[in-house]
């Protein structure tokens, strides 16, 4: 089993118990039957399953917390910047429910040589990604994570992504790209330092 596919057996387990799959079923069904399909036409019979299987596993950070990824912490000798970038997510806008997807690059200044596993801020991003969402929030939610456990003199997350809600329907610009940022402690006031990191993220 690889990496990508343990993280997400783990939100998974983690959300099990927690996802009404029957009820979900009965919503697909009405949904087909709303849009003038028939939920029992061969081809669409197995489709509410399939659904509620797929939203359990989309949804499973919702009774999760990212914060509980950096409670495992390190003390190095290390107080220079930490940059993770071009971590894959995947998330359902809010408001229409249909996907949108991305990059988000994470990047905190240590604080006293308090660091965390790089792959912990990969597991609190895809946390906060898998539940409805915006992303403003996921930007937001993963850099507040960072300054509450980590303490660290900064922090400043990038969220890059495309919406479907954009290409699929409404003004239907594909390729369109939204970016948000997110930044705390010293990121927020030092232009120097915010330029280092995106002077980072340009490069190969």
Avoid: W
Wanted: include cysteine; charge should be negative.
């Amino acid at each position: 089993m690889d990496h990508t596919t343990e993280q997400l057996t783990t939100l998974t387990e983690e959300n099990n118990g927690r996802v009404d799959r029957e009820k979900i079923q009965k919503a697909i069904t009405m949904l087909l039957e709303a849009v003038g399909e028939d939920p029992s036409r061969e081809g669409l019979l197995d489709t509410p399953k399939r659904v509620a299987k797929m939203y359990e596993e989309m949804f499973s950070g919702l009774h999760s917390d990212p914060k509980e990824y950096f409670k495992t912490v390190f003390n190095e000798d290390h107080e220079e910047l930490v940059f993770v970038k071009d971590i894959p997510f995947h998330s359902m806008c809010e408001h229409h429910l249909v996907p949108f997807y991305g990059k988000v690059h994470v990047a905190y200044l240590p604080k006293n040589g308090k660091v965390t596993g790089l792959s912990k801020l990969a597991r609190a991003v895809e946390t906060t990604a898998r539940r409805p969402q915006l992303q403003e929030r996921i930007t937001s939610t993963v850099a507040d994570a960072i300054m509450e456990m980590l303490a660290p003199h900064g922090a400043y997350v990038i969220v890059e992504a495309e919406h479907m809600c954009m290409t699929m329907r409404g003004v239907k610009k594909p390729g369109a790209k939204t970016v948000t940022t997110a930044a705390r402690g010293i990121y927020e006031e030092d232009a120097v330092l915010r330029n280092e990191v995106m002077t980072l993220l340009k490069m190969d």
